[in-house]
Structure formats: structure tokens, C-alpha cells
């Protein structure tokens, strides 16, 4: 995980478990939103995949149920014509409010007659499926006719998309606007992927380089800028390969896509909307009868102080809002849970020491359909604390850890034990200050019978804590293993279910997209390997691959450690009693496949 960035929200800092990156940030946000503010949360398996979980929030017996960002407020009417794009439109004429000129064609409609309006609709145009999500298959600024053919057949043919829009390309900046109660509250405009240059590196060191930045954010986890025909395309157009070095200052861009999944950037302009930009976009949503809440997407004509709806979205990601690549991040969730439960706008305190829930063990119970639901444990209340202890001594193997586990159970504290070097342990807790002074007697004056404790130091702490008391593995691994996984200290309830097995969900968090984008680019034989024979100034001949070679022994000493990690854990499973008591039926299986 990278550092924590000034403009990013500080309730979320350490507060987004690896299990909730990517696209269920904006999902868990809300949650632990709503779950922080004393709301009882509660988790519902639908068979849906990780990042789009259905969850419930509970306040003094009134329930709102959630899909990712939507609340149950907004009516299923609302959500048919926000879905599909053809009704969007003709919902957004009839309210006056400005979107592209355009016209959609079904399944029954010729590619001849597609391209016949193209033409009298007049170039640039745009083409996008009318029930596309995601932004898959929309191919803006298609400039002529050759383009426009080319684009047609990938989305209809190679997409199977049936029903297209055609509609006029209208110039300006792409924008991502969040409405809510007839307030826009954030904004952000959309850059397609790119990079800078630095006068040194190549533009495969320099995208590497940034990719390893956008897979430790929280938001951008497995979001990265991909090599691909478009990528070769690009660069071949600008007479650059990925072997150039672009100069000092210089942004190449990468794609044609603004999408933020397909690499693009994120760039904060709330502060920068025109009243009439945003009432653009709180007409849009009043277009939709019962659509509250929103994301739309609207290009801006910045000089002329004018926009047009691309789309509107009645469950969008929220994940560029919380974790921008540039500007200030917006705080969507608190707006979200103002609005479904104003009574709880004050029940945050900022001097309580923060909380976080686990999510790996709610997602596993229903990914294995186990549970059909999971109500987190309440929020930790009354007057709290936290704390941590260095301690010293002779205290691995000794079952020290499963002591000091039982202790903090028993006085009902959260945190985690974690062995370090040098014969050390780091032990959180945060519960009730009672608690915590019972621990710190037990702590600093008993130990587990093998243990030898010669030193105890306590420090302050004032990260976040996971609810539950876990103890967490010693080897230098992702936080997000350990030893043992609970969801809090008392047991999660549950409904247990056989009957509606889980289907495996995606394991990138991502949405189930087949292909990510199109671009109107022509390809002529597109190879990796190609060079361009175009020379420029603005391109260096000389390669510099040293940086490039120091990050890629640093990625193989990370191989190697996790692999010697897993090795570790594998003979430590061969040598554990289940495994030898099971060793006969694995014998026999094997003899059955024979």
C-alpha cells in the first residue's frame, strides 16, 4: 500500500481492508460509513460478485437496503431507464434537457442504414450500445466514414452489441458528476491513460512506473494502463514505441478511452462547476422521475459555459470521488448516509479511536455458500481507547500469541498480536478504557506458562482497528494474511443455506467486461515487437534500460519471498495432524483416478 495522500478522505486512511480494493471500495465505504455512525450492518448474498454484494443498513428499526451505491429510495422505474440508454434519451428530450442529437437502431436495422445516418448526421459521431455499461464499446470522435465502418463492425460483431446509438460528438472535457438530493457534490473530469516524461526513462519503465502507483491505491487496485493493439497503435501514430524516452515534461497519452478502469486519470473540478453546469445535472436527474441519487456523465464546453448528458447512472462507482488522482477527494459516503438517515448526522465522534470491519470473511462465507446472511458485529461503544505494547523475550512458539488472544476476547478488546525481529511482539488493543487497563495488568505482569516476557513497553496508537482480535502471520506478507480470521469477538450471524450455491465471483473486483474499450485508430499489421521508422525530435534514440532493470530485480526478489512464504506454510500443513489423518483417502483417490 502506498502512502496515504493528503487529499485523500482521512476517515478512510487504513480503514479499507486489501479485500475491499478496487471497484468494492465504493460499496464498503458506505457501509462502514453507515456501520461507524452505529447503523447494524448486515450483508445479503445474492450471488453477486465481490464488488456488488447487497448490504442493508439499520438505524432504530428502519432498514435500507443497498446495491454498491444505491439505496432502495430510488424506484425500480428510475433504475429500467437508467439502464438503458435509448429510454435515458428520450427521458432527457422530453425534459429539455440538452443531449446529443441521435437516433438508435435495433437489431432489424442494416449496417448500411447505420452508416447512411452517420453520414447525414454529419462527422465527428459517436457510437455506443444502447445497454452498454461501464463504458464498453462507446467509441467517441469518429471522424469519417472509414473510422465509422471499422467501429460498427467491433462493437456490433465482435462485442454482440444489437442495438446501437448514433448520436453527434460534441466537443469538450468528459466530466463525472455526483447528484444527490438536487445537490452536486462532486466532480471529476476524465483523462485518458497516459504518462509524463522525464527526459531519462523509456515509456515502458515510466508506465510501469505509474501502474505500480495506481495497484497500490485503494480505488485503482488492478486498474492498471494495459499494453495492448490500441497502446502499440498510439505510439506508432506519434512514431514512438515503448522503448522511447519521451522528454522532461512531456504527457504521452496511451489510449483514446477516458475511463478511469481503462487506465485514465482522475482529476477533482467540484470547485471549478458553473451553476449552470450543475444545474444541467440536477435537471438530468429530475428527468428520471424518483432518481435521488446519481452519477451523470455530461462533456463541458468550458469556454462557452455549456454541456450536454452523455448518460446517467443510477448505481455509479464512487471510487474516483474517494481516492483522485488529482485534486481534492469528495466525501460521497457521508452525503449518502446523510440523506437515507439524517437523524444519525452527528453520531460520529472524531476523538473515539476509529474502527474497521473485516471483509474477507464475509465474502468467503458467501462465495462458498455458507451463509446467506452476515450481520456484522456493532460498532464498539461508550468511552474508548486504544493502545499498543512492545513486547520482548523468549515468547514465539510458546503459544504466547494464543494467550494474549484469549485475554483480549475475554475483556471483549479488538487489535491483533503480530511477532517481529529480534525476539519481539507488537500487541494492539482498543475497547473500553476499563478493558484496557485490566489488559495492561495482564500484559505487563503475566504471561503464557512457556513464555519468558523480559520487557514490556507501551506506545500510543492511533490507526484504525479492525474489529475482532486476530494474530496476524510473522512473515513480511501482505497485511491481509493471517493465521486466524474472525469478524469480531462475538460469533457473526448468520443464515446458513445449501440450497443457493455461490457462483465464483470475478477475483480482480472488476466488472464481468470482456473487452475494454475500442479505438478509432487504423492498425496496419500491430505488433509489439514493431518499431517505428518516423523519427522526431521530441524522442530520444538512446535507451536507458538500468532503472528498468533494478525494478525488475526488485519484482523477482517479491516472487521469490512469497514463494518461500508459501513453501513454508505448505510443509507446515504436511506436518499437521489433519493432514497425516487424511493421507489414506488421498492414497485412495488417487488409486480411484488410476
Known sequence: MQEFKDNWLPSLKNSVPPEAFGYTVSMYSIALEGWRRGLTLKFINNNQRRSEIDYSLTYKGKERKFSVTRGDIVPRKAIKICVNKDLTKKALLDAGVPTPKGETFGEESSDESIIQYSKRLGYPVVLKPSDGTGGNGVIANIKNEEEFKEALSYVKYDLNYSKLIVEKHFTGEDYRLYVIDDKVIGGFKKIPANIIGDGKNSIRY???????????????????????KELHSILRSKGYTLESIPRNGEQVFLKTKNNVSAGGDSVDVTDELTDEIKNIAIKASNAIPGLVQCGVDIMVNKEENTGVILEVNSRPHITAHLYP????????????????????VTNNDDNQPKFYFDFKSVFDAFQSGYAKEITIPDIPSGTLTATRFIVSGNIKGVNYEKWVRKQARSLKLNGYIKHLENDKSVVVVAGSKKSIEKFRNFITKKSSKRAKVTNVVEKSRKSP??????????EPTKASVTKTNTVANKPVKNTVSNKNKVRPANEDNTPNVSVDGYFPVRMKNPSSKSKSKKKTSSVKKRYNGSDELKMTKIDLKKVKKERDFYKKRFEAIKKSRSWRITEPMRKFSTFIKR
Not at 210 to 228: C, M, Y
Not at 325 to 344: L, M, V
Not at 465 to 474: H, P, Q, S, T
Open 206 to 228: 515510466l508506465m510501469k512506473k505509474k501502474n505500480q502507483e495506481r495497484n497500490s491505491t485503494p480505488a485503482l487496485h488492478k486498474r492498471i494502463i494495459k499494453v495492448d
Open 325 to 344: 488522482w488529482k485534486g481534492k477527494a469528495r466525501d460521497i459516503p457521508k452525503a449518502i448516509i446523510d440523506y437515507y438517515f439524517p437523524e444519525t
Open 465 to 474: 482497528v479492525k474489529v475482532g482480535f486476530e494474530i496476524l502471520d510473522d
